[in-house]
């Protein structure tokens, strides 16, 4: 068929960052190679890359040794949209966006409507095998595939970031029963997920949204985007925050209780900044990923009749609901996109895991 190509152009993980036995660091290496175009079975389909997200999990995998299912060499990238070029005929020619986490649909948990936590599900640059989006094609699953349809002017690389730093918070908010009227706080609110975590509370009918962060610009872009109130938490410890938070409470006539606080940054303070502020009936969903580990007194949720929830992707089935909230933009991704050439893969990681949080998420446009 027109428009497979012969091989599949690829950017490889062929060792992660480490060390040996001895100590001595193993530095990582990202390698351009040519991989195979796998055979296509009953409902799969090759999609042409148009672009692909660089998220913080990927740095995880590289920099950072956090495992992946499939071991090196493979091929990193989740966040993907792009054409189908071959497979499932009423998909070939459709642009589309793929889900970064796709279900077995055949489990107990994905019968149970928790599918974005299904324990055989397939994650592009994790767990499809080899396969990952820093590369010019993609083999996937047709069934949870999300059709881009009148996207106007919007360029189709850019929607790669709805494939999860946009999904992800408004799976957080399902997990949260975030509601019309509700108060929320982003813990890390401008970075690659919070900007997004930030808009989506408001969109889905936050009364009132807190944004804590670091950078004293991007929190006034915040405000601009979501957020009514922000801290700036630079040199604060839990208990300063908290202050601050109670004082933005007193003077607005806002209660203190009954939070839903989004953990977006992944970090040990900003999970203990959101220890701190979980109060009675308030509800804590972390959504962000590190390897810290956090001292807290679960008894205190017995007290507060409080919750702590975890939060995992997105169920391939809400992607058209927040594809349709950024095309008709109730979500906005403009201000907060920005690509660079494939080729400069290994530049671009290294100043996104030195920058902690970039100004704009970055998304790789193959150039193979």
């Given at each position: 068929?027109?428009?497979?190509?012969?091989?599949?152009?690829?950017?490889?993980?062929?060792?992660?960052?480490?060390?040996?036995?001895?100590?001595?660091?193993i530095e990582g290496k990202l390698e351009r190679t040519s991989i195979p175009v796998p055979e296509l079975g009953p409902g799969e389909v090759l999609v042409e890359v148009k672009g692909c997200g660089v998220c913080h999990t990927d740095l995880g995998y590289f920099f950072d040794g956090v495992p992946t299912v499939t071991k090196p060499p493979l091929t990193l990238g989740h966040e993907i949209s792009g054409v189908v070029v071959a497979g499932d005929e009423k998909?070939?020619?459709?642009?589309?966006i793929v889900p970064a986490v796709m279900p077995c649909r055949e489990c107990h948990i994905c019968k149970i409507g928790r599918g974005n936590r299904c324990l055989n599900q397939k994650m592009p640059g994790n767990s499809l095998g080899i396969y990952g989006g820093f590369s010019s094609h993609i083999p996937v699953p047709s069934i949870d595939l999300c059709e881009v349809k009148n996207r106007g002017d919007m360029p189709l690389e850019h929607l790669a970031v709805v494939a999860d730093a946009v999904t992800t918070p408004f799976q957080a908010a399902k997990r949260a029963d975030l509601q019309p009227g509700d108060n929320v706080i982003v813990i890390g609110c401008t970075g690659g997920v919070g900007v997004y975590m930030t808009q989506m509370a408001k969109a889905l009918g936050a009364d009132v949204v807190i944004g804590i962060a670091r950078n004293p610009e991007k929190l006034k872009?915040?405000?601009?985007?979501?957020?009514?109130?922000?801290?700036?938490?630079?040199?604060?410890?839990?208990?300063?925050i908290r202050n601050e938070f109670r004082k933005i409470c007193k003077e607005n006539s806002l209660p203190t209780y009954g939070w839903k606080i989004f953990e977006v940054t992944g970090t040990r303070p900003g999970q203990d900044m959101a220890l701190e502020l979980l109060s009675f009936i308030g509800k804590l969903i972390v959504v962000g990923f590190g390897l810290a580990k956090n001292e807290?007194?679960?008894?205190?949720?017995?007290?507060?009749?409080?919750?702590?929830?975890?939060?995992?992707?997105?169920?391939p089935e809400y992607y058209p609901i927040v594809l349709n909230m950024v095309l008709k933009g109730k979500i906005q991704i403009e201000p907060f996109v920005e690509t660079r050439p494939m080729s400069q893969i290994a530049e671009v990681f290294e100043e996104v895991h030195k920058a902690g949080s970039p100004a704009r998420r970055i998304v790789l446009v193959p150039d193979f």
């Open positions: 068929m027109s428009g497979v190509p012969e091989k599949i152009e690829t950017w490889q993980m062929v060792r992660p960052w480490g060390k040996d036995e001895q100590g001595n660091v998909w070939v020619g459709k642009e589309v872009r915040a405000l601009q985007y979501g957020a009514d109130f922000v801290i700036n938490s630079t040199d604060k410890g839990p208990r300063d807290y007194s679960i008894s205190r949720l017995m007290a507060f009749d409080a919750e702590i929830i975890g939060t995992w992707g997105c169920l």
